[in-house]
């Protein structure tokens, strides 16, 4: 099964900065990535597919880069409503792993 | 509007069985993966397995082989999850998804249901 490494696990932000996380996978996943966001008590929430191609009604402050085995999301300006929790999710093989999850909180 | 909608919570006691259910609305059921994930309280989100309700293809994760079972009535447009014999450590809100699959485009899971939380508690 294909490991996924999301770090880091936490972090403290302002409304307005700039935040990137990162995602490592085990072995090549190619573009297979995927980011949702989940706020407290919600559903989660398809942000990114395909590494870098934003769902549908994504503000384009969310971008995802990277291939292989290593990806980033990179928030750019962040608003008080994207303080949540993100996770990466793999689609190369199955089982579709999950990240740990990146909880992004205000500083 | 396409939606999936899960039943409600439920508490159980250890050894009970259990099957939860995802109704499917406003796309093609038949033809489309549906997903589960599950959420310990406090923790990450955990992909449990995907089922193809055409012909019932399922791929499950190992983590979880043969604790739970997905499966589906085309007939109810509803796929379901189900134990034999719950254990405190399936306490958990187990997710549906749609599985948004185009070849070399997108696999993801772009609509969820709302979740049904599960207890299992003596």
């Known amino acids: 099964d294909i490991q996924v490494t999301q770090s880091p696990s936490s972090l403290s932000a302002s409304v307005g900065d700039t935040v990137t996380i990162s995602c490592r996978t085990s072995?090549?996943?190619?573009?297979?990535l995927n980011w949702y966001q989940q706020t407290p008590g919600k559903v989660p929430k398809l942000l990114i597919y395909?590494?870098?191609t934003l769902q549908n009604g994504v503000p384009s402050r969310f971008a995802g880069g990277g291939s292989g085995t290593d990806f980033t999301l990179t928030i750019s300006g962040l608003q008080p409503e994207d303080f949540a929790t993100y996770y990466c999710?793999?689609?190369?093989?199955?089982?579709?792993?999950f990240g740990q999850g990146t909880k992004v909180e205000i500083k | 509007e396409v939606q999936l909608v899960q039943s409600g919570a439920e508490v159980k006691k250890p050894g009970e069985s259990l099957k939860i259910s995802c109704k499917a609305s406003?796309?093609?059921?038949?033809?489309?993966?549906i997903g589960w994930v599950r959420q310990r309280p406090g923790k990450g989100l955990e992909w449990v397995g995907i089922?193809?309700?055409?012909?019932?293809?399922?791929r499950d994760s190992p983590a979880l082989q043969g604790q739970v079972t997905m499966s589906v009535d085309k007939s109810l447009n509803t796929a379901y999850l189900q134990w034999g014999s719950l254990e405190a450590s399936d306490s958990a809100t187990y997710f549906c998804?749609?599985?948004?699959?185009?070849?070399?485009?997108?696999?993801?899971?772009?609509?969820w249901g709302q979740g049904t939380m599960v207890t299992v508690s003596s």
């Open positions: 998804a749609r599985r948004r699959l185009e070849m070399a485009t997108i696999d993801a899971f772009d609509v």
């Open positions: 406003g796309f093609s059921f038949a033809t489309t993966w």
């Open positions: 089922i193809y309700p055409r012909d019932s293809d399922t």
């Open positions: 072995e090549s996943i190619t573009r297979h």
């Open positions: 395909l590494a870098t």
């Open positions: 999710q793999h689609s190369y093989t199955t089982p579709h792993s």
